[in-house]
Structure formats: C-alpha cells, structure tokens
C-alpha cells in the first residue's frame, strides 16, 4: 500500500486544508510506516510560548514540498514508505504532566499500530513523551538530539522536573535513553552554570558544540552519528533552536550563532545507516516568523529529510 | 443526521487540522443541508491580491467559534442544519475565466446533492461561479449584497469582463439575477464615474449606501431586505469591504468610512424571514491583517451569522 | 508621601527602563494606596497564549500616558494616590496551580502592607489569585467584571477545575466573590452550552450584555454598577476581551461585536462610588497586537481610569 | 488647464510609481490651485519617530481613490480644480530649525506660483512652517485644528522652543494665526498640566473636546467650524492623532478613545464655506502601521476629502 | 549624454517619490544604454502571490545604494552607462497571456529605442516576455539563469502552458534562447518528478545546483558562466529564490538551503565579460518580507550589480 | 563586591521589568567596573530613524543570555566585572548637537565614577559623545570599529558636521581618536564617492573590508585588532550593520552582504588582549526587526561578548 501526497503540479498548493506535505489523514497509523502526528502543548516552555500553533504552521508551509529527494538518488519517499499525517495528539494547556501523559498516550498508538511517530512540536519537553512511547516498544533508545542547549537540568522553577529544560536527564534516569548509543550536537552560547555542558557528558551523552561541528566538518559528524548510535534503535529530536535565529526566527529560546539552513541540511543529508524508529522537530512558534513563515518551512523541511532518512534505510533493507 | 463540530470545552481548539468551525470533512454534500466551500481564486482582484489564502485564513480563526447563536433564541445551529466543510474548490491561477468555469462546477455538485452553498473566497468575481452554480437549481435569485462598491461595471482592464469589479452586473445580464428582487448594501467612497451608483438603479437594483444604513437603522435596513427578496429564493454575499479597514483591514479594496463589527453584526442578526439557498464571505486577504488577524474571525463570524439564519429559516419552517 | 511619575515634558518617555506610567520601582508597598503588579501568567489560557508577555507590553506603552485626569475634575491621580510599580509576581510557567499560589503569595504582601493591589495580567485565572488575597483581608467582595465571557464553567479540558474560563465560579464555591452585590458586564457571541449565560445568573451574579450595555446608555449601566456593590468593598477585573478586537486585536480569546475604545472609556468615566479595594486589566498577549500596540495603550488607558476612579473615591472620602 | 490623474480602470493602480492619487509630477505649482507637497520632516516628534516615511506612505494608498467625490455633488474634483503632486520639501534629519526653515522655502514657492500648499507629513511641527509662508501672502490665517492635543506648550526639553507641541502657540506668538478665527477640535486623553486646555482658550482658541463633538453632534460642530473662520483665509491641519488608534495605529502620540474613520469623515464632509488657502494631514508614521496599511490609506482620504472642499469651494464661487 | 541619480549626501534618500537609485524618470528610452522597468505581474504565480508589489518595493529599497561599484574598480555606473527608471509596463491582472502581451510591448519600445532592459518583476513567467522582445532585435539569446528551480516543465494546473513554472521550456520552443549558450544555476530541495532537473539537461541547458556552486567555488562558477555564454549576447535572469529564505524571505516559491547575500553577491561579482543585452530580477512578492525589506534591499542590490556588470563591459568596450 | 544578575532558573526570565541580562540598576556607577548605558538618541540618522527605541529592545532581548562564557574559559562575566544597568542617558530628539552634550555629560559620570561606558545606541554618532567622556580621562583613544560604512564623511544634508556617516572625522580632528592605533572593520557596498574608503586611510586608519575578513580569516583579523591597539587604552564600536541584514535587519542603514550571526561571533570571540575602557553596540531601530527580534537578541549577545573580553582582561591583569 502506498498513500501519496496530492501532486501539486496538478492541483495548487493553496487549495484544501493543509495536512503535512498534503499527505493523506486517516484516522488511525494501521498500515503505515511512518505517521505524522502534531503534538501541540507548550506548557513546557520557560520563556517564549506559542509552540501549541506549530504543528499548523509546518503543515501550511509543508505544502511547498514535493515527494522526490535528490540526495538520496532521487527516491520518491512516499512509494518507499507508507506515511500519512493523523493530526495532533490532544493536550491539558497549563499542566505540563497532564498535557505529557495524554501525548504518550497518543504517540504509544502510532507505536503499538507498528509505524515510526514523527512528531512536530510543541516545546521540547514532549520528546519525553515520545520516547516513553517508542521505548515501550523498543527498549533503550539511542538518542540524536540537535539543539543549542543540553536540556539535562534536573529542575527548572519552583523545583519542577518536567519542563523543555529538564527530558534528557530524565529520559536517561527513566531508561528509555541509552546515553552510550547517544549524541549532542550544536551546543552553543552563554551558560547557565558551568556544568550545562559538563552534565551531559557526566550522564555519558557524546557531546558536539556548534564549533566543533564546524571544526569537523559535515561529513565526520555525519560518521560520528551513525558510528555512535550503531547497534540499536535510536530516536532523533530536532529542536529548531540548533539553527541561527536568522534562519530559524520563530523558535522558543533563540541562541545567536548557529549554521544556517544550507548547512543544516547539508549535514542532515550526509547522515546515512542510522535505525530511526521515531523522530521529531520541536520548539516552533510561528508567531515569532515573520510573514516569509520561514522557520515553519525549514522545520517542514527538516522533518522532509528525515522522511527520506527512513526511506533510505528501509530501500537498503 | 447530525454532523456537530468537536467541541472545544473538551479538546483545545488548536488541537488539529481545522475546518471551518471544527466541523467534519466529508468527501461530498450528501445529506447536507450546507456545505462549507473555499473558493481560493484571487484572479478577479485588481489591486491587490492574495484571497487565495483567505479559505483557509477563515478557517484557522473559526475554530474559535461556538455552535450555539444566542441572537436567535440560543438555536443549536448545527442540530437545526445539517453542515459540513468540503474543502475548497480547485481554481487555476491567472486564469480568471477558467477559474470561474472550476468553481461553478464544483459549487453545482453541491448544489445537485440538494445543499446550500455557503462559500468562503476568494476574490468577488468568484460569486459570479457560484450564482450560476445555485441558479442552475432554483432559476434567477434575489440578490443581498453587503459591499462597499457596487460590481456592476462593464469591462474593466483591456475590455475583460470578467473581473472582482464585473459580476453583479454579468449575473443579470446572464438572467440568473433577478434585480427586481435585489439589493445592494454598504456603497461609500469616491468614483471612478459619476454613474457609479446609477448603474446598478438602471439595472434594477435597490441600493442603500453606508450613509443609508446609518439614517434608516439596522431594523429597517433589515426589514428592506425582507420585502426586497420575499417570493423567491436568494443569495447573500457578504464583501468584508462592507466593513470599515479599522475592523476589516485584509480586504483587497479597502473603503475607509465603513459600519464596524458590532454594527455589522447587528445589522446581520437582525434580518429575519429570507430564504437563502446559497451565500458566502469574499475579498480576504490575509496577509494584510495583522498577527490578531481580526477580519479572518469577523469573516467566520459573519459566516456563522448567515449559518445561523439558515438554521432559524429550517427550524421556522 | 507622594510618589510621582517621571515628568515626560521634561525627559523623553522613551528614555529608561518603562515603569508603568514612569511611576518609581519601590522593593515593597509599604506606604502605598495602590501598587501596580504585573501577574505574567498564562497558564490558564485555552487557546491563545503569551499573555506573560502582557504586563511589559503594557508598562512600555503606559508612558504616553500622564498624571491629571480630566474627566474627574482634572485630579492629578498620582498627588491624590499613593502609587507605584511593584515589578512583577513570579509564575511557574506550564503549572496553572502552582502559578496561581504564587501570585495570591505576591499580592497578599501588597494587601498586608495596606495597598490596593492593581494588576496586568496574565490570563483571566489570575483574577482568582488576586481574589483569595485580597479577600483575606476584605472578605467576600463585590465584583465588576468587564468581559465578553462569563468565565463561570466548572471545568475545561480534562476536568480541570483551574484556567482562564472557570475563575468565578470557583470565587463563588470559595466564598471570596459575594455575587448578590456582583455584575458581569459585556457578554456576547455564540456559545458552548445554552446554559453559558444562565450559570451565572443561577449563581447570583447580574448580568449585562453587550447588547444590554448599548440599549441601557453608559450612564444607566454605570449607575447599575454603583448600585450593585454598593454597601461593601468591591474588586473591577477588566478582561481586555470586553472590547471590540478592532481596538483591542491583542487579546487571548477575541469576540468580535464589542465597544471601541471611545464607548469603553465614557463607561468607565461614568463610574462614580465605587468602593474600590483592587483591579485588574488581563488577557493581553502582545504578539497579537500589530505594530502600533493599541492594545497595550488601551489597556494602559483603562488602568489609568481605574486609579483616577480609586482617586477620587479617596479624595471624596 | 486641468491635470487629471491615470484612469485606474484603464491601468492597474499598481503600475507605476505612486503620486498622490496618481497625479502628475510637474517641477513648480505653476498653473496649479491647489499643490500636494510631501513634508518628511520627524525632527520635531517627542516619542514616536519615523513620519519621514509618512508621505510616500500615503502616496502608495492614495492610489486606492478616485476622483470623484459624492459628498459633495458627484464633484470632479480635479476637474474643479487643478492639482498636482510637487514631491518632498527638502529637510535637514536631526535638525529641527533647520527643517522648518527649509520646509517654509519649499511650500513659499507653491504659494508664489497661486497655488495652495496641500501637506503632508511629518510631525506637526511642520505645520508651523506652512502657516509661515501661507501667511508671507494671505496674512494670519484662521486655524482649524483636528487633533487630541492643543499642541500649545511653551518649551519641551532642554527648554526648546520648536517640536510638533509648540507649533500653534508659536503661530499665535508670530502673529501667523488670528485665533480669534481658529478652533481646536479633538481634545481628549490625560494632562501633563491642568492648564493644557485652559492655555489654549487663554490664547484665544474654541476648543472642542471629543466629547463636545459628540455631545454637539457633526452638523453642529461643522456649523462652529464655518462660524469661527468666516470673514477671511484660513488653513486646516488635521492630526491623524484625532482618530482613535484602532483607525489611525501609526501615529507618533497615540491617545486612545478617538472617532473612527466613519465619524471622522462624516464630520469633514459636514464641512462646507470655509475659505482654505492651505491645509495639511500629518503625524502619520507608517513603520506603526499594520500590513493594512489603514492610517495611511485614512489620511489619503482625508487629504482627499480636503481637496473636495477645496474644489467645492471653488465651484461654489 | 549622463543622466545621474541624486545626491544622497546632499538631500536625504527618504525625499521625494522613489524611483530605481533615484535615476531620473524620462518618458521613453531614447538615449539611453539601459532601462529599468518595471513588470508587475503575478499571474503567473503558482504559490504566492503579490509580486504585482515587487517593483515599487525595490525601489524604495533601491534609494539606499550609491552609484560607485567598488567591485569593479571604482567605476560610477551612471558615468559609464546612460541609465534612467521608465516605470513600469501595464499589465492585466488575472490574464496571464495578455499580461505577458502587454509586457513584450512595453520591452520591445526600450529594446527598439536602443536600450537594454532591466525588469523588475514581476512573476517569473514576465521573463519569456521580455526574451521574446529582446530576442526579436537580437535573435536567440544565450540565457544565464540564477533559480532554485528549473521553470522548464511543459505544463500547470489545467493544462496550461504559461506560468511562472514553464518560461524556460517555452523559450526554447520558440527559439528565443539558445540552450547551448545557456546556463541554470542553483537548483536544489525536493522534486516534483525525478525529471525535473533532466529535463532541463535534454533541453540542451548546463544546470549547476546549488551544491555544485559550493563544491566547485565562486570563481570557477563565474568563468563557467563566461565561457558558456561567450560569442553571442545574453539575458541574465535572477530569480530571488535563488538565495535562502532567510535572505530573500519574500519570494513566491522558497526553497531552504541556498546561499546567503555575501555568497550570491561574491559571485556575481566575480562574473566578467558577459555580453548582456538585458537582464532582470524577479518573484519578489513584498508582503512576504518582514518589515526589514531585506529581500528588496536585495533585489535592488542584485540589480545595481548586474548595472554594473554592463557599466564595465561597455567600459572594456 | 559583585553585583549579579538575576538566576534564570529560578525566576522566569519574562518576570519583571527588563534591565540588560537582568543586572541590578543602581543610581550611579560608584563601585563598578562596567556600566551598561543606554543613549537613546537617533538625530543623526540619515535615513531610517527609531533608534531611541533600540537601548530597551536590547534589553528585553538580554534576558535569554547567561552569565558564564564558555568561548573564555567558562569564565562567569559578572564575577570578574562588577556591572550594573545604569538605565539611558536623556537626549533632545530632533537637536543632534544637545544630544550630544547630554550624552556626554551622562557617560562622564560614569568615567569619572572609574567604571566603562557600555553604551546601547541609539545612532552612530552617539559614539563621539562617549569618545569625547572617555578621552577625558584617558587621552586619545584606539579605535575598533566593527561597521559597513567608515563614518568618516566630513559633512551631510545643509552641511551638518555632526551625524551618524560624520563620528570618526570629527573624533580625530577633536584629537580624541589616535587613528594609528585604530581599524576599521567590515566596509562593503557601494560608495557615494571614490574616497569613501580612501579617505579613512587618508586620517591614519588601518581598513579591512568585509571581504578582507573572509580572505585573511578570523584569526588573523583578531591578531590585527591586537597588535593595532596595543600600547594603550581603546574604544571599540559596534556598528550592527557589520552583520548581515538576514542576521541584522532592524538597522538604520542595511548593507547586504556582511557576515552572519556564527561569523561575527567567532570573530569577537577570538578577540584578545584588548585594553577596553569603553564600548558600544549601535544603530539598532527595533522597528524594523520582525517579532523574532533576531537584531536585539544578536546586539545584546554582541555586548554580552565585549563584556567578557572586558573580564578576560581583568582576570588577566
């Protein structure tokens, strides 16, 4: 079975309801490989808000995206991965713990119907609920995280231990993260304390920071994400904090300093061999675009590539 | 049959892909006593454009409506009427003749299933489409036009006929108005020619300009439009240039000097006793509100006034 | 003591950190009549959210605004009123219940110290913190609430008996709101349940539409609303919302049909004998408004009427 | 001689450079009544700045208008009188004596040629300039004034005597305006002085608060405006600032609680007598407005409400 | 003959009406070695809409450059090359063929005067227009195109033949380009059909994307460019998705992941010894921008280069 | 003794009335190392103005950064420097030359209190007044100067000495500036006349275009910037329109081309061994940022990144 997206050379892009790249929304993931679902709460977030209107604001501009990939030989992703978009996850605006649960709930049923979750965002706390999801399934994850920041504190205001600062501590305390199979990348800016960086490394998290990537070059980290998360299933999280706020405006904690979305990409695009059972991009919040919309359409793009990531590996399987 | 829209005290409006007023999406009109219909065509507009975007616009602001209209004795609008939202009909960019063909074709399958289309655009030339579409059914209609311009010129750029500024005098000319039974409502501003109003009386139109509606009240003006379209089927269009630029700022042809929105609504809520088989809500654009966007909601909001009507129309009957 | 604003005939309003209304920053309220607080939560807010952005957005534009009042006797509010800017109660962002004990927390040191407390919100919800402090120390209060919700359902999304759309219910349940001498003023727009309005009625309060507000005349609802409380101390909340969203685009939850800015002022200039104890404006989240702000300036506007109506109380007094 | 703008349902208002209303762009005011005449000076604006924007702004909507006006007859009015844009005075950023001076050589030249000087600006200091040299040949002027504020203190900082506060008590100091035939018309807001009225009335002005247009209603006011200025020339500035900010947000001092555009327009059209030798629309400072761009397209259509009068004016003698 | 823009040292940049660089704005081309014209049409436009704005947009952008290149020796392009601003062609909203009609007139009388021509766009489909005027004169031209996208498909929606999407293929069809003389450069992002960049190739074009930009260097680019094209005269097409979103955020069609300025302008200037007998720059659409305009401020820079580019060729000449 | 920001992990950064990065605001600069101060003045602005603006839309921004630096040894900022926020500077807007004397006289206190002026512009020529406090208490000054433009003009518009294209003539003819051990950092762009660049040479400066940069590396630049200062105490001015206008649009004179955010802070952050009595941040007019407010948060961290180079400095000694 395949589901294909609506061709847009045949019918605009502007016209109907927009669902992710104008893929088809039934009502449940049975049949597929691979299952959009937007997961709108932002109750976690500790300084810009709005990420609750981010799973539409992708979807809108997911449009201007077509089905073949040229980076990986010009596959068409959706004859060689079944995916459809089911729309949001529902969620308690204001509880935090509440709002998480319900989003496990709902990814645990893309995960059960045996497809890859692949959620947009929504603050990053609620990639704690996805990966509570895949790892019931799937055992300890190996995590790929692309962000400025760690996100490994223990406890943000008034001692809580749920918010977008504190899921990849917790992830590690809960057992769903297997930090040996997992990696940081883009760590950049100002801290905090001098244990935000010092933290991940303590919880066994390989770390790279936005130089040292450039340092490297795209290609060695590339080699790098594929050699550490070898052996195992592994979650990728993109917080679109990872890229400039000139290319990514409309996120909820800007960091100055980031690649730009042609480097992005291009490293996104040299990644190969990488199992990925669930992914997602987080941290949009379209009120703070600009009228280009631009964040939303990289972030579309981004999840695009990882589309075309899974069909890559699942053609070579 | 009943089709109600999710309801928003239980599951946060922002949840989800979102249909006019979050009702179901059917794949056509069967059944249906209205149907919801985006006619994303802008190739009418001659200034600026955009209306393409408006459907969906309407949309992303009508999730915030409820389905109980308290103007009209707390009517349960979707029990009384039998609505859901069809998505939009296909157009063909800067092809204003064959975009108009596309349309009537797709508001005639609405119409053929035994529903009252209710259209969102669009540029104004889009309602020519749909009155050929509803007169195909119900013969020549009365027209209830709140407009801040008349549409009744001849040609317009190069001599084309077809154009946002040409349709109400085409659709009596096409014999699917009826002018005797007809009223324009809402004219201001400067002209182009000093028959700018006469024209339309020359055709038999009743015209009321803003002034009008200010010196007769909105009870009066209200019951001219009863005695005005009584005997006959009717549609209403509603360009949301009626309505000031302060309260309606992402319209294509912005009059200043218009009713605001607590007027407008009052004027709506109080006509009583029209048999509408068809309407719709024309000329935004949205990229011309502001991040409020406050005439997309006026826009769902005056459509669901017209629902509302309907619905009373239904229940009276 | 008096405590005045920065003089903006002398020194430019754009220069320095914005006070509200250039008032000075004291640490506590010792020796204050009023005190502004800024509650910056919006936890409690179903569908827009950045209301924590409000009280900033408000203090910048409350520069323009200057000390004589001249729609009551050009009083000079702030030689008449001991005021200043207490900064801002700490919220937990993601945590409704938390956030909302904290800023009880913050306003009952505001109310110990013998200030009225005037707050800028936040969401609605923040009005019940506000409530229980100044309660402890007033007891049940009379209250005038301008908004076009009743804001009285039981519960939203999961059975939560917190957010912006349940506050005076649960003031009434807590004994803190006495609705015999209570008034809900500018209700409109379709409903949830035909009981939206009634519950508020089968609670005590009087309620006034905005329909009601017009057919009565600004004079005769300020009358009502001096009758209603008379005999007690009484809390104003403002929810920004009252407003029609062409002068007020920058609110959570937009009905639009509301009063402009003109109409919403003379009512509040009507208001005399109203034995004031604390205010509030809320529900204005900034990236809504465009760039001119009028929501925040209209907002400012209003707080600056309700300490020239607390002025005068004080120097008829 | 007549100077007819483009036909705008011959070509697109779109195509070409914008003048105002698309008129044409001769060198001098040679043969002209009347001279459209930018003035993009913000020297003189104590808190919002830009207004040096302000005339290409409303050059780019005025093209929305057409150029007959049915206020007042169906009057051609570029037929009734020859008018053309000049362009922009020259000014001097940063410099406000300067700018003023350049501004008053600029607008002397279209008074030497017969015309009358039509401004737009700029903050109201600009007004100063004009009336200096409208009255180098019509001798002092009587003054109709729409505005929120009477623009007559003394000093602003640093003790200096010219900023867009001074300018009509300058005017009255140099014996430009006769305000004896002058008439403020918009006063409202909050005080910096309890005398910020009375030092308008102590110099001679009628001043009409916001409230007195509403109590005295437009045709009597419009009345007062013929009254007070009869029995010789005079020159009317309107401050978009009259306007409520929900019709006119990009003003450079906001004060909410004004008329809106339908108001204000019906007051102007009520207008009919007076002898204007010059008149301007000012304080318009785009960057504040919304996409909409509704202030400017208001103050074109103000101007060109102004130009009617003018024509009217004309006609009449 | 010179004909020089003004000063802006000595009157500020924000006076007077804009044209292109504030060059003098004659009636038609004769003496002139190029022309800027502007093209305002969308019809074209498959996606967004709007660039009927673009023209009048960069030129407000465009007053802030000066006429000295110092990328190519110092030179003042208007010293070395005749050039003035004629406005812009009239167009038919609405009416893609008979827009593109009306658009080859107005270019063939800047072509037939002597002058080449430099378009402003304007959809892309303007520049078949404009290579079948400048071809008419020239014959087949050799074609340097910088784009995200191909523009060689066959067909859009409805089976239509003319679009943004299909000039390059029709260019070639009519034998107005010569494919062995041309170049397309900086294609990239996902595809429609695995076709879309062979199809380009089977046409006879030389196609770099914009990796192959990267990986291969400025420099090589731009000799490529000149030995491509050398032995005839070329048109040079610069449509602005070429450069990344967060450059160039208004454009019709964004496509993340392109060069940024520096980058796009380090190429061309490193471009020499083109013959260009015209050229454009298109698919601005201005609303899309934010209030920066930087997508304008670069369309006008990119202009002023390819000005440039002709200055110094004729100078070598 | 320190004097430290707040802690944005326990109180949410959005609490409270924005100083920069949350620093105490003491009265005066008695016992600080380093004063932030903002100089909100835009008169010399030749083209786009609202700069006054731009000292608290840095530092509403300045709330997302964090004390410890990680680019200097994970030094934490504001324990090696005693800073505080000393709030603006007052200025005459609309008198350049008064601006300027009261800029002068507000960063002499802080001089001569033995702190460093970090100033927040405001426009350009804000840096003279802090050049001429400075000098006058440590004699002529090295320059470094992070901009597009050299500023070195000798006059403007009516033949003004003083502007913001006007500072780096003045402060060497003043004696105040020792151009021999000053640099110029980052010209690009097209010139007004062929000495724009050869006239700083001329005055004694050292001059690195922005393509210098990127040819010679980052390290080399900062190798440069040391050795050329070296001997004696510096200035170091940070024009934003250095950056980029994707990363930096909200300046008052874009210039298409420079480095994005990650360059410009690899490149201050390789910066050594600079002795800095002083610094700026410039040239931002927040209206033109869209609502990400990408040019604050980059102007804030730019601060941020000299007052690390200042402690590195003090910890060194």
Redesign the interface.
Known sequence: MTSLPK?????????????FMRLP?PATAEGLDAAII?L?S??????R??A??GP?AV??MSV???????YRG?I?VFEALRVA?L??????????I?SLE?IEQAVRKVVDAGAAPCGIGGDHSVTLAELRAVASKHGPLGLVQFDSHTDT?DK???G?R??A?TPFLRGVEEGIIDPSRSIQIGMR??????T??SQSLDLGYEVLT??DV?DLGFEAVAERIRARTAGGPSFLTFDMDFV????A??VE??E???????E???LLRAIHGVNLVGCDVVEISP??????Q?TA??GA?VM?ELLALMAEGRTAA
């Not at 400039?244 to 290319?247: G, K, M, S, V």
């Open positions: 061709d847009s050379l045949e019918s605009p892009r502007f016209c109907g309801v927009p669902s929304m937007g709108p932002d109750s976690g977030a500790p300084f808000t709005g609750r209107f539409n979807r809108a201007m995206l077509r089905p073949i990939n040229p010009n068409n978009d729309g949001d996850a529902p969620v308690v605006p204001g509880y935090e509440d319900w504190w943000y205001f008034a809580k749920y918010s600062g800016g100002s801290l905090f304390r001098d935000d960086v936005t130089d450039f400039d706020p000139a290319a405006p409309a904690t800007p100055a300093g980031g690649p730009n979305a042609r992005t990409l291009r009120m703070y675009d600009g009228p280009g631009i359409l990289l793009t695009a």
